[in-house]
């Protein structure tokens, strides 16, 4: 059953799966990809507009880790270690929270969160991250933050234009 979404950069689509729609390519999200692989795809979801945030999904449709073939995991692992990577050195991100979970309306993607400074006043635990996404969604969408979202979107995809596929 298609659902009606609202992305970030105001354009309403109905689709449904989210997911789907991304990593098939039929929905281009803002900012473009950052890297595709066979099995993934990573972008960020600027309606969180935190600089160097960034999504891996999987293009097949699945909602647990434990779902994903050996050579799927794999990949995944070998594509985020690159990604983390590139947003060590092309970003300066020290610290990054990881999370995913089973319960989304879409399925199986991880989320690579930087941590900054400005989030300290939001604790220091997993428990933050819904604030700090809500604060960068609410707060946080202004122009001058938005450039340096894509901006590092663009970074991060150069960092990785050479990663083995």
């Not at 689509?13 to 473009?32: D, H, N, Q, R, Y």
């Amino acid at each position: 059953m298609a659902k009606k979404i609202t992305m970030a950069d105001g354009r309403t689509i109905e689709v449904e799966c989210l997911s789907c729609a991304i990593t098939s390519g039929l929905i281009e999200p803002a900012g473009g990809t950052i890297i595709e692989t066979e099995n993934f795809h990573a972008h960020q979801d600027v309606a969180y507009p935190v600089p160097g945030l960034v999504i891996v999904a999987s293009k097949r449709h699945i909602h647990c880790l434990d779902e994903l073939t050996e050579s799927e995991l794999i990949e995944c692992i070998n594509l985020v270690q690159a990604i983390r990577k590139a947003q060590r050195d092309e970003l300066g991100i020290e610290y990054v929270y990881y999370f995913y979970n089973e319960d989304t309306t879409h399925h199986f993607h991880l989320w690579m969160v930087p941590r900054y400074e400005w989030m300290n006043e939001f604790g220091r635990s997993v428990e933050s991250l819904r604030p700090v996404l809500l604060h960068a969604r609410n707060k946080m969408n202004n122009k001058e933050n938005l450039d340096k979202v894509f901006k590092n979107i663009d970074l991060l995809r150069n960092a990785l234009k050479n990663y083995k596929r």
